[in-house]
């Protein structure tokens, strides 16, 4: 009876590796910044617009958004001309929090810090306001098949409910070319899988890239990340 046991046990333990294999490896791709980043492709490139606020105002406004790579560390990071809301800011991926945080300094250099999650294709992140207590929301979110980028800015007051939309800027993607044949097929960025947007050579080979960011990180490892890039599309991804 202890043999047949035993012997149950270890079928038991063999059945669940596998299991326990997939769940380390989902796992380590959730912990994975570029990633965890990648939803946030379509925020690659260069953006116009304007920004409009509760108060009546009206301004133009201007984005330029792309990828850092510096070892481990992953970023994206953004510059905004004019700066009407924030100069520029950064967004990453905390794997220990299982959250984003976006980093934004407005035109006088203070530095404000929002965490929060992606929800239904849209960025929420929040911050409270250590002076009034305020909450503040911020919802990045693209539409029009990613030819339009909108932030929205939004806040709560300490001990209500309900936000108040306080501002938001709305942009198109610079260089959009409406009436594409559907289906052309369009360069694809060797570092992250996005849109290709500039070309670098390796070995006498062409291959794109969607930001300078990275084109820096093709440039210096090339051989690694065209292999890299090779083995995932093998596999199809």
């Known amino acids: 009876m202890r043999q047949w046991i035993a012997a149950a046990l270890l079928l038991s333990m063999c059945a669940l590796l596998p299991l326990a294999e997939a769940g380390k490896k989902k796992k380590a791709e959730a912990e994975d910044p570029k990633e965890a980043l990648t939803p946030f492709q379509e925020f690659i490139g260069g953006w116009k617009g304007q920004a409009s606020t509760k108060k009546g105002g009206f301004f133009k406004e201007g984005s330029s958004w792309g990828w850092r790579f510096k070892g481990k560390d992953v970023a994206l990071t953004v510059e905004n001309d004019n700066g009407t809301l924030f100069k520029k ?101 060797v570092v992250t899988g996005g849109l290709g947007t500039m070309q670098v050579s390796y070995m006498g080979q062409t291959y794109y890239v969607c930001c300078s960011g ?8 090339p051989a690694k990340i065209i292999a890299e890039y090779k083995a995932k599309k093998k596999k199809g991804g």
């Open 214 to 221: 990275c084109r820096d990180a093709f440039n210096e490892s």
């Open 89 to 189: 800011g950064e967004l990453r991926f905390l794997p220990d929090k299982e959250k984003y945080q976006l980093t934004l300094i407005d035109k006088d250099g203070h530095k404000n810090v929002y965490e929060g999650e992606l929800k239904k294709n849209i960025l929420v992140v929040e911050r409270t306001d250590p002076d009034s207590g305020d909450t503040e929301q911020i919802k990045l979110n693209t539409a029009g098949g990613g030819d339009r980028l909108v932030y929205t800015f939004l806040t709560k007051p300490e001990g209500r409910t309900m936000y108040n939309q306080m501002a938001q800027i709305a942009m198109t993607k610079e260089g959009v070319t409406f009436g594409v044949e559907a289906g052309s097929k369009k360069p694809e960025c």
